[in-house]
């Protein structure tokens, strides 16, 4: 059973800086794309960011590109996120997930696994 554990969230004043991290148990990691999606409080779940399964590609949601950096180490079977310049507006809980297949892609139903979630909140 392939198992998703985030940490890293945490409490942050906008401008700040945090990492999460995600360590994916069970299955065969270098493989599948991963990806980043949170959902705040009242709102849909959304596409952050997105990586391929040997680390070559990236894709973000325009709302962080340029701030956040999805990066992986297969090696170590752990997908990052460093979230840098950060706003209150990002502020929601942060999931993990592994896709189905190599290609990266911001559709959460190709991603079959899923982490528990880490909560950021970022103050004014």
Same mark, same amino acid.
Not at 16 to 44: D, H, N, Y
Not at 77 to 98: H, I, R
């Given at each position: 059973?392939?198992?998703?554990?985030?940490?890293?969230g945490g409490l942050v004043q906008?401008?700040?800086? @945090?990492?999460l991290s995600c360590t994916v148990?069970?299955?065969?990691?270098?493989?599948?794309?991963?990806?980043?999606?949170?959902?705040?409080?009242?709102?849909?779940?959304?596409?952050?960011?997105?990586?391929?399964?040997?680390?070559?590609?990236?894709?973000?949601?325009?709302?962080?590109?340029?701030?956040?950096?999805?990066?992986?180490?297969?090696?170590?079977?752990?997908?990052?996120?460093?979230?840098?310049? @950060?706003?209150?507006?990002?502020?929601?809980?942060?999931?993990?997930?592994?896709?189905?297949?190599?290609?990266?892609?911001?559709?959460?139903?190709?991603?079959?696994?899923?982490?528990?979630?880490?909560?950021?909140?970022?103050?004014?």
């Amino acid at each position: 059973q392939v198992q998703l554990v985030e940490s890293g969230g945490g409490l942050v004043q906008a401008g700040g800086s @945090l990492r999460l991290s995600c360590t994916v148990s069970g299955g065969s990691f270098s493989r599948f794309a991963m990806g980043w999606f949170r959902q705040a409080p009242g709102k849909e779940r959304e596409f952050v960011a997105t990586i391929t399964g040997g680390g070559s590609f990236r894709s973000y949601a325009d709302s962080v590109k340029g701030r956040f950096t999805i990066s992986r180490d297969n090696a170590k079977d752990t997908v990052n996120l460093e979230m840098n310049s @950060l706003k209150p507006e990002d502020t929601a809980v942060y999931f993990c997930a592994q896709s189905t297949t190599m290609t990266p892609t911001t559709a959460s139903s190709r991603y079959i696994y899923w982490g528990q979630g880490t909560q950021v909140t970022v103050t004014v």
